[in-house]
Structure formats: C-alpha cells, structure tokens
C-alpha cells in the first residue's frame, strides 16, 4: 500500500466517525418547538365601561389596553417603567402599565387618558396643561396628566413623600413636593416648568 493510500483510507475514516457524532449534535441543538400560550378570561372596568377579554397571561396591562381596546392614549416609551409614558390609574393609584400584567387587574377600575375627559369637555387637569403649554411634541402627556391628577389625590389623602419633612403633617401641594411625585415621568422636550405650572395651578384651586 503507498503512502498515498494510507492518507486516503484514514482521511475515509475520519470523516465516517465524525457523521454520527455530527447528527448528534445537530439533533441536540434543535429547538423544542413553541409553547402555546396559556389563555385567561379576564373582567374589568375601563373608563367607567365594563369589558372581558381572552387574553395571553404575558400580556402586559399597556398592550391590553392599546392592543385589545384600542385605547391607544397611553403610550410605550421605554417599555420598562423608567419613563411614564404608559401611566394609568388603576385602583385609584397610579402605575406603569408596562410593567404589570393585565391578568393582576382582574375586577380593578382603570383610568386612562381618555376616560379623564373629552374634547368638549376637559378634565381640569387638562384645560391646565393647555393653558399653561404643558406640553411639546405631545407624546408623554398623557401618561403626565394622568400621574398629575394621582399626585393631586395623593397629596389631599396626606400621603407623604421623600421629601415632606414631617410625616405626620398633611403634605401641601408645593413645588418640591409636585417635582418629588412627578420625577418618575419624562418629558424629552423640557416642557418641566409648565408642567409644574399647570399642575401647581389645579392644586391651589383644590386648596
């Protein structure tokens, strides 16, 4: 046998040792095929009307609303609760719907943007952002103006913040204390200052 036999036989060899062990790892590697999602019938009221939905208990409350709803008014920012943009009230407090799934909710009340007022009749909160262009391009105002009436009843149920300096008092409705309650909704467009107008100017005519 010549050498140059000897290089193909075992080259023959290797190469058929290696197709079990190929077929293998290929069969170990496959994906397992995908899961169905797990369906749940959820019931609650949305803007003071009652609805049921069959959804994927993944569902995120902002998707439910925007997705299932089509109350499209509260917005995906970041899409991790870092920005406010999705806020709502729900259960008379005030969340990141992204950040909850909408199965938690079953029997809550939730309050979004466009269960606050209507065009031909603004929620004070509202006629204030516009009065005082508490806005820009737009986008995070309604999760700003729905935050901003939260904050109003959190203050009048004398719920304390970071920076109230005593916890028994009734907080007021001061700069510091609507800059604290608010600091978890972004505006990229720096409207701040109106915001702070707007919102301190609903709360002196609460007081």
């Not at 799934?101 to 516009?130: C, N, Y």
């Not at 103006?145 to 409705?173: F, K, M, Q």
């Not at 700069?175 to 915001?195: H, P, V």
Request: proline share 5%; with cysteine.
């Amino acid at each position: 046998m010549s050498r140059r036999d000897v290089l193909r036989t075992g080259a023959t060899t290797v190469v058929a040792g290696a197709i079990p062990a190929t077929s293998a790892l290929a069969q170990a590697a496959a994906p397992e095929p995908p899961r169905p999602p797990v369906l749940a019938d959820l019931e609650f009221t949305v803007n003071r009307t009652a609805h049921a939905l069959r959804i994927d208990t993944r569902t995120t409350l902002l998707d439910a609303l925007r997705e299932h709803l089509r109350l499209t008014g509260s917005k995906k920012g970041c899409d991790h609760g870092q920005c406010g943009a999705c806020t709502v009230i729900a259960g008379g407090r005030r969340i990141n719907a992204c950040l909850s799934l909408a199965v938690m909710h079953a029997g809550d009340e939730i309050t979004t943007i466009e269960g606050l007022g209507t065009p031909d009749a603004l929620h004070p909160m509202q006629r204030a952002f516009v009065k005082h262009d508490g806005y820009q391009c737009g986008y995070c105002t309604p999760g700003q103006v729905c935050s901003a009436v939260a904050v109003l009843d959190e203050i009048e149920a004398g719920i304390p913040s970071h920076v109230s300096e005593d916890l028994d008092a009734r907080p007021r409705a001061t700069a510091d204390e609507i800059r604290e309650r608010m600091s978890g909704n972004l505006c990229r467009c720096g409207a701040y200052s109106n915001i702070l107008d707007a919102i301190t100017d609903v709360g002196g005519s609460r007081a």
